[in-house]
Structures are given as structure tokens and as C-alpha cells.
């Protein structure tokens, strides 16, 4: 029953941000030769402000591999996916203030709490849902570009844009945890959505498309940057972004129980 309520508040906004995602994947078309001659052209005409470290990437970003993981996944994926994941839990947690879900505000918190369930229940639950939702939408898409690349001459590794999209959905579970925290603690979702896309935005910068990020940094783990640089996942981040998601959650489920509504 919980599942399906979840799911049924929150299906417009995920199908249409994954269609939507979905059909840019399919149509976006990879370089042409000048297009990757200008790539590699910008490559060395920054590498002299680079560190020693960072250098060492050139040889990796010069080819398609690079160029897809550079702008896929730590460019365009890592920029909507974190914003979508802060949002998700204020825009949909009672199913008020979304323009997709209509009906009375805080009709279906009211109907939920008359359930014989918990509160801890629902949060979970809810949580849960969301959280598959969003490791679709880095991973459903990621698989169509690699999908459409294959078919226009280019060459990534299904096993690859797999282990990126998890590394982005694991990763990132520490926004959509803080987002479920954020919502449990204002009255009102826009207060949420706001002050998540404000931390999200100020952990991005400054974007860097061809330097690693700080290691302290989730969008090092996120980006997949030593995956990409030595083929090892990135467990002890893993394990660090999952611990803090863990906790933010059980605050969140803490604050939830002992709210009246």
C-alpha cells in the first residue's frame, strides 16, 4: 500500500524527468573530428595551469572514453542529478506543492497518518522508492547514450556507464537523504528545495571539468574520478557518503515521529 502510494505521487515528476533525459540521450550525437580536435586542442591549452597530477589525466581524456566520461558523467549528470535528488523529498513527501500530483494540500499526509502504520514506516518507505527512482534516472539514461554511441561509430562500455551510474546514485544517496531532512524539519517543501539546491550548488563549485575534485568533496566519489584514473571503485567514499546518508536519515525519521501534523 505504501509503495504504491509512494509511487503513484510521485510518478509524473520521475517519468517526465527521465523521458526527458532518456531523449537526450538518444539524440544527442557524438563528435566529429573537428569536434574532437577542438577537445583535445582545449585539453593542452589547459594542462599548463595544471597540477603534476591532473597532467596525467591528458592521456585519458584524449579519446572518446574520456570525452564521454568528462561530459556525460561528470559534466551534465553531475550537475542535474544531484539537483533532482535535493528536491525530491519537498516536492513529494505529503504530495503538496507539486504540480503534478493535484489535489488538496496535505490531503494525503491527513489520509496516510489515518492508516495503521507508522510514521517511520512511511518515511522509510517513501525513502526507499525514491531512492530507486533516482539510481534509474542515472542509470536508464546513461545505458541509452552508451546504446546510441555504439550505433553512430563511438565505444563505451555498457560494464563502465553501469559502475558510473551506481558510483553517481550511491554517492549522491547523501543528498536525498538531507533532502528528507530538510523536509521533515520546515513547514514548507519551497524552504527545502530551496536551502538543498543552495548546498548542492555551493559543493559544484567551481565546476571542474578537467581537474579531479577535492577528495573530501562527494563529487569525487560521484564523478567517478578514481574509477576513471585507476579502475578501483571508491570504497571507503562509498562507505563515508553512505554512513552520513544513514545518519541524516535516522535524524529525519527522529524528527518525523515526534512532529504533529
Known amino acids: 500500500m505504501l509503495w504504491r502510494k509512494s509511487w503513484w505521487e510521485t510518478r509524473w515528476g520521475i517519468l517526465t524527468i527521465l523521458g526527458g533525459m532518456l531523449l537526450f540521450a538518444a539524440f544527442h550525437r557524438p563528435w566529429k573530428q573537428a569536434d574532437l580536435a577542438q577537445w583535445i586542442s582545449s585539453l593542452q591549452e589547459r594542462a599548463p595551469g595544471w597540477s603534476e597530477n591532473s597532467r596525467r589525466l591528458i592521456p585519458l581524456?584524449?579519446?572518446?572514453?574520456?570525452?564521454?566520461?568528462?561530459?556525460?558523467?561528470?559534466?551534465?549528470?553531475?550537475?542535474?542529478?544531484?539537483?533532482v535528488g535535493a528536491m525530491m523529498a519537498p516536492a513529494t513527501l505529503f504530495a503538496v506543492s507539486c504540480p503534478w500530483m493535484g489535489g488538496a494540500p496535505g490531503a494525503a499526509g491527513h489520509f496516510t497518518f489515518s492508516l495503521p502504520v507508522s510514521r517511520r514506516r512511511v518515511l522509510l518507505s517513501h525513502a526507499a522508492l525514491v531512492a530507486i527512482e533516482m539510481a534509474l534516472i542515472a542509470l536508464a539514461p546513461s545505458l541509452m547514450f552508451t546504446l546510441t554511441s555504439r550505433l553512430t561509430g563511438g565505444w563505451f562500455p555498457f560494464g563502465s556507464a553501469v559502475v558510473y551510474a551506481l558510483l553517481l546514485s550511491l554517492g549522491g544517496m547523501v543528498f536525498l537523504a538531507f533532502s528528507f531532512l530538510l523536509a521533515v524539519v520546515f513547514d514548507h517543501p519551497w524552504k527545502g528545495m530551496f536551502i538543498g539546491s543552495a548546498v548542492v550548488f555551493a559543493l559544484l563549485l567551481p565546476i571542474r571539468t578537467f581537474e579531479e575534485y577535492p577528495w573530501w568533496n562527494v563529487y569525487h566519489v560521484m564523478s567517478g574520478e578514481t574509477y576513471f584514473r585507476y579502475g578501483r571503485i571508491p570504497w571507503l567514499g562509498l562507505l563515508v557518503s553512505l554512513a552520513v546518508s544513514a545518519l541524516m536519515m535516522f535524524a529525519a525519521v527522529s524528527i518525523y515521529e515526534r512532529r504533529d501534523f
Open 61 to 83: 581524456l584524449s579519446g572518446y572514453y574520456g570525452y564521454v566520461w568528462s561530459h556525460w558523467f561528470k559534466s551534465f549528470l553531475l550537475c542535474v542529478w544531484p539537483f
